[in-house]
């Protein structure tokens, strides 16, 4: 079993920016891969962004978010720069064993964390 505990969220101006990070339990941190997922109000969970060797992002977040994990702090980040009011969400950190292959592979979920960006 697996927990994932997400801090970092909060309130931002649009242009701003802030720092999501997810720490998990457990001691194969490193055989995961790792996600963040967004899910803003009547809206279906989207992924942002993904990483275990390498990182994947959304369109709508490349080159705005980055996606970076410390195997030794079993942690992962997500750095979220030039912030809009549509990404205005709960953020959700996930985790899969092995390969990352979407939603689809995800094994454990964390408990979500509010990120609101005002105009």
């Known amino acids: 079993q697996v927990q994932l505990v997400e801090s970092g969220g909060g309130l931002v101006q649009a242009g701003g920016s802030l720092r999501l990070s997810c720490t998990a339990s457990g001691r194969t941190f490193s055989s995961y891969g790792m996600g963040w997922f967004r899910q803003a109000p009547g809206k279906e969970r989207e992924f942002v962004a993904a990483?275990?060797?390498?990182?994947i992002y959304a369109d709508s977040v490349k080159g705005r978010f980055i996606i970076s994990r410390d195997n030794a702090k079993n942690t992962v980040y997500l750095q979220m720069n030039s912030l809009k009011p549509e990404d205005t969400a709960v953020y959700y950190c996930a985790a899969a064993y092995g390969a990352w292959q979407g939603i689809s592979s995800v094994d454990y979920w964390g408990q979500g964390t509010q990120v609101t960006v005002s105009s």
């Open positions: 990483i275990k060797w390498s990182d």
